[in-house]
């Protein structure tokens, strides 16, 4: 099979398709032929040697990647869940070797979710860790309830674009920030309350704010204390709620948390089920061919793109 392979850490040109072995699934994982797949930040992070590297180096080879859409191929002894033809899609091992830059792709049974039929492989595969990150981070840690006031940063963004239709499935009242050529969007998905963070200073103009989603980092998570009310939740995926942050937050009540995205079929079953019935739709950027890899890169590393960049591998 072909793969995106990464010999070492740097710029776009590092990137290698060989021919290597198709992959034989183990006893509870499912052997996926993948149709299509999503290239996050922390991708392009990782290829140049931050984020996730560290962690993966050793692996000879190194294929990039955790979100994948496809069919099923073959199934290991001990899985229940899916059979030979099944169309499914996922994260998959994350934080680990996802190895998803690939034409076949093993993954554990408990990865993956059911792709509903009238949402294309390439829908499918954009709502993967993006759109579980907002989930986990609204859901599990936030716990969001109808009425309560959501600010969600980068809005615009694949993580954003989520969190924003997921917290109006929850009946929220949603501010969004982005720049002023995208409030327009912004408002096509549900957002209440369009802030541009160019021209406007979120603490200065947003108040009493229940939730907030931060995607940007430390200095960000801090100013965002100044928009919550006493009893609120502060959630960052960029591990802005440091110690400093922390204490800070406990001095209002607030509670401040960081969370990482873990792959969950479980979660991933709950999203189908918002894709099948229209409650949550992927922005699809631009898409790509397996062997554009390193465009898809670059405009991704470029943080201009609204939603999701997609490669189309078959």
């Keep these: 099979m072909k793969a995106i392979i990464l010999p070492k850490p740097g710029g776009v040109e590092n990137f290698q398709i060989k021919e290597i072995e198709k992959p034989v699934p183990q006893k509870n994982e499912v052997l996926v032929k993948v149709k ?19 962690s993966l180096k050793d692996n000879n080879p190194l294929i990039l990647g955790w979100d994948i859409s496809g069919e099923v191929e073959a199934v290991g002894d001990e899985v229940e869940y899916f059979k030979a033809g099944d169309e499914v899609f996922g994260m998959v091992n ?20 059911h792709k509903p039929a009238q949402v294309s492989f390439e829908e499918a595969a954009a709502t993967t860790l993006a759109a579980l990150t907002a989930w986990q981070v609204l859901v599990h840690e936030a716990d969001v309830q109808p009425g309560q006031r959501v600010l969600i940063h980068a809005a615009a963004g694949g993580v954003g674009h989520f969190a924003v239709q997921i917290a109006k499935y929850f009946q929220a009242y949603v501010i969004g920030t982005a720049s002023a050529q995208n409030h327009d ?53 960029l591990r802005g709620a440091t110690d400093e942050v922390k204490a800070e937050a406990k001095k209002r009540n607030i509670q401040a948390k ?33 062997e554009d890899i390193a465009d898809a890169h670059e405009k991704v590393a470029s943080r201009t793109t609204n939603g999701k960049v997609i490669i189309r591998v078959s």
Excluded: C
């Design 36 to 54: 299509a797949i999503s290239i996050n930040p922390v991708d392009t992070k990782t290829r140049e040697g931050k984020a996730a590297y560290d």
């Design 94 to 113: 994350f934080p680990g070797h996802g190895k998803a830059y690939a034409e076949y792709v093993t993954a554990p049974e408990g990865h993956l979710a």
């Design 185 to 237: 969007f912004l408002k096509s998905i549900g957002v209440d309350e369009p802030i541009d963070y160019k021209n406007q200073n979120v603490e200065d103009v947003v108040k009493d704010v229940d939730v907030v989603l931060d995607s940007l980092g430390e200095e960000n998570t801090r100013k965002s204390l100044k928009t919550m009310k006493d009893g609120g939740k502060i959630i960052s995926i």
């Design 258 to 290: 960081n969370h990482s995205v873990k792959s969950s079929g479980e979660d991933e079953t709950q999203l189908a089920e918002l894709l099948m019935s229209g409650k949550i739709k992927p922005y699809i950027a631009q898409t790509y061919g397996f």
